[in-house]
């Protein structure tokens, strides 16, 4: 499995950006696809998921509301839909593939894109 995020740049606090990660290789029902986060100096966060079969979604309450996970099954791909941001959402942002299981853990997810990075201006 390949993945590859795009989409980031500099933004406004307020402003949209929407995030994009094209996936090649096996993506099944069972699969989680999920966007994590990491600010400089620190971990790796949990931002949303969303799983592959039902579309079920899932946040971090620091996104909940403002934040839209989506994905298109035919083309592969996922999106991340990002309103009303704020400098605190800086960061480089990354989509994952789980392997089977958990979620919002780091460990869940067998497979990692590259990273795009996301700059909220003040």
């Known amino acids: 499995v390949q993945l590859q995020a795009s989409g980031g740049g500099l933004v406004q606090a307020g402003g949209s950006l929407k995030l994009s990660c094209a996936a090649s290789g096996n993506i099944f029902s069972s699969h989680v696809m999920g966007w994590f986060r990491q600010a400089p100096g620190m971990e790796r966060e949990f931002v949303a998921a969303?799983?592959?079969?039902?579309?079920?979604?899932y946040y971090a309450d620091s996104v909940k509301g403002r934040f839209t996970i989506s994905r298109d099954r035919p083309a592969k791909m996922v999106y991340l839909q990002m309103d009303s941001l704020k400098p605190d959402d800086t960061a480089v942002y990354y989509c994952?593939?789980?392997?089977?299981?958990?979620?919002?853990?780091?460990?869940?997810?067998?497979?990692w894109g590259q990273g795009t990075l996301v700059t909220v201006s003040s």
């Open positions: 994952a593939r789980t392997g089977n299981g958990g979620l919002r853990l780091v460990s869940d997810y067998h497979y």
């Open positions: 969303i799983r592959w079969g039902t579309g079920a979604t």
